[in-house]
């Protein structure tokens, strides 16, 4: 179960979150119908590559990464959208397309959207397309240490 080993990292910290069984879904605007999590709580996880190395940029559901943004913010010479086949073996343990957004767990920068921090609580993929996890924002913050930009846009 992929949800296990992130259920231990946050019981190991001390931290209290809810995991949520939901049915099969594969896009997060699917996640949110099933779950009824407003699309702007209901973080995604979009690996990137920054000049050569990998990163997640965490946004809204609701909302799209601004390459541009995220490079000027940045001072990065090129950022793009990673392609699977590059991270695929990163995240042995997790069903595609549904990573946490713990980089620190896969030795991956993170950064997230200045809109995402606004909220008092989050929910994400917990490695697989049936289970989530919502927890504060200021225990992810805590234990992923994050760097917060503007880089998300309406989608």
Do not use: W
Request: charged share 25%; glycine share 4%.
């Amino acid at each position: 179960m992929p949800v296990q080993a992130l259920r231990e990292y946050l019981d190991y910290h001390l931290v209290k979150y809810v995991v949520i069984q939901h049915s099969l879904a594969f896009t997060m605007q699917e996640v949110a119908s099933a779950t009824h999590i407003p699309g702007k709580e209901l973080a995604k996880t979009v690996i990137v590559e920054i000049d050569g190395r990998l990163a997640m940029a965490v946004l809204p559901a609701s909302q799209k990464v601004e390459l541009e943004q995220l490079r000027e913010s940045l001072g990065a010479q090129r950022v793009t959208l990673a392609r699977e086949d590059v991270f695929r073996d990163r995240f042995p343990e997790c069903e595609r397309g549904a990573m946490p957004p713990f980089g620190n767990l896969y030795d991956m920068d993170v950064y997230v959207a200045d809109s995402l921090a606004e909220d008092e609580e989050i929910a994400f993929n917990a490695g697989s397309h049936t289970q989530l996890v919502r927890m504060s924002y200021r225990d992810f913050e805590r234990l992923v240490q994050p760097q917060t930009l503007h880089f998300a846009v309406n989608a």
